[in-house]
């Protein structure tokens, strides 16, 4: 079928839960969440899009929860505390870079001293180091492995034991992990090793009753989507069924459904957040 002849695709309007704007309904009251990865990214543009981490601390802490920041960039961590602390929730500061191993382990340890406690963990960390085999070396490489996997190894290692029956872990890959795209095979081999650690913990977790799971978000306008558009243009023009890119609160309310009590049997699972483009496919 020529372009000619593909049907127009019209975009639905975007609803409250996708714009930010819905209340708050309980949904993870009393519970304590560390967000690794809560700031969102600097950007010069004047009404800047929110980050997934941002977005998810943002909804967790208005739907109840006591929320611990935790991100490499003090400022964006502290930024989004005070975005929870005006809504009325409540919530601490844990500065942290995730590629040294000792703070992975001070990042939980911190984390749990200021909340009291921890019965809900988001690893929303990723980089991408090098561009295409020739471009990539072998410190790209290890650095990349070091944020996008080896951090979620040694956060939930030291996590894991602090967390009681009804806990959960959500793991932040990508689609990028299920089909090439991004030009980083850095990026795309660790995002895809994500799947196999996150199904290792389920299964080690669920002898004390926490559930792990990983959410994979497709084209989602951030700031970071946008630094990786502005480097391959194309990436805005993709078909996606939907018919736009998702935002940061709908990747927000994926992870809340896996974070509480309303996905209470599902463990073990990949959820794909992206508006049907690997599923059903261009369009």
Request: glycine share 12%.
């Amino acid at each position: 079928m020529s372009d000619a002849q593909r049907p127009e695709r019209t975009a639905a309007p975007l609803s409250a839960e996708a714009l930010g704007l819905a209340p708050g309904r309980g949904r993870m009251a009393n519970r304590k969440l560390l967000v690794v990865g809560a700031g969102t990214r600097p950007s010069p543009e004047p009404d800047p899009p929110i980050g997934n981490g941002r977005a998810i601390a943002l909804l967790c802490a208005r739907e109840g929860a006591a929320v611990a920041c935790a991100d490499v960039d003090a400022a964006a961590a502290r930024e989004t505390l005070a975005q929870i602390e005006k809504d009325g929730g409540r919530g601490a500061v844990v500065v942290g870079d995730v590629a040294d191993a000792d703070s992975c382990e001070r990042i939980v340890a911190e984390a749990a001293q200021a909340l009291g406690g921890l019965d809900g963990l988001v690893l929303n960390v990723g980089i991408a180091a090098g561009a295409r085999l020739a471009g990539t070396s072998p410190a790209d490489w290890d650095r990349a492995f070091a944020v996008n996997l080896r951090a979620h190894f040694l956060v939930t290692r030291a996590a894991l034991p602090r967390l009681g029956p009804g806990a959960s872990i959500v793991f932040i890959s990508s689609v990028a992990s299920l089909q090439p795209g991004t030009r980083s095979p850095s990026y795309d081999s660790s995002k895809a090793g994500l799947a196999g650690l996150m199904r290792h913990v389920a299964l080690e977790a669920s002898r004390a009753g926490v559930r792990a799971n990983v959410l994979l978000p497709g084209l989602i306008d951030t700031p970071l989507g946008r630094v990786a558009t502005r480097g391959r243009p194309g990436r805005a023009r993709t078909p996606v069924p939907l018919a736009r890119q998702g935002t940061g609160w709908e990747i927000a309310y994926a992870a809340l459904f896996l974070l509480s009590g309303e996905s209470s049997y599902v463990t073990g699972q990949s959820l794909v957040v992206d508006g049907g483009l690997t599923g059903v496919g261009a369009v």
